[in-house]
Nanobody, 124 residues
């Protein structure tokens, strides 16, 4: 059974960058499609980005296209979310998630395992 441990959140100014990491233990990363989601106060958890198990295809929500990059290093059992040009509206708790299929989804209900979530705060 996979366990996901996240790191790399924090406080940053508008226009700054952060890199989130998510390490998969108790399983092999190459078996999972991976996704990143976020949840702002008073809002539902929403899709940010996903990457297929092969790493060949990535998908993003429109609001982060051109600013965020999802990637994976299967040898390190780690998936990353590089966040550039951050805006105050990116402030949220960010979660990584693992899906035992090859494709993943923009729907949170598809994912089988979740990280603990880490706060990202972008100050104006």
């Amino acid at each position: 059974q996979g366990q996901l441990v996240e790191s790399g959140g924090g406080l940053v100014q508008t226009g700054g960058s952060l890199r989130r990491s998510c390490v998969v233990s108790g399983g092999t990363l190459s078996s999972y499609a991976m996704g990143w989601f976020r949840q702002a106060p008073g809002q539902e958890r929403s899709f940010v980005a996903r990457i297929r198990s092969s790493g060949r295809r990535t998908y993003y929500t429109d609001s982060v296209k051109g600013r965020f990059t999802i990637s994976r290093d299967n040898a390190k059992n780690t998936v990353y979310l590089q966040m550039n040009w951050l805006k105050p509206e990116d402030t949220a708790v960010y979660y990584c998630a693992a899906d035992r299929t090859v494709a993943g989804s923009e729907s949170a209900t598809v994912y089988d395992y979740w990280g603990q979530g880490t706060q990202v705060t972008v100050s104006s």
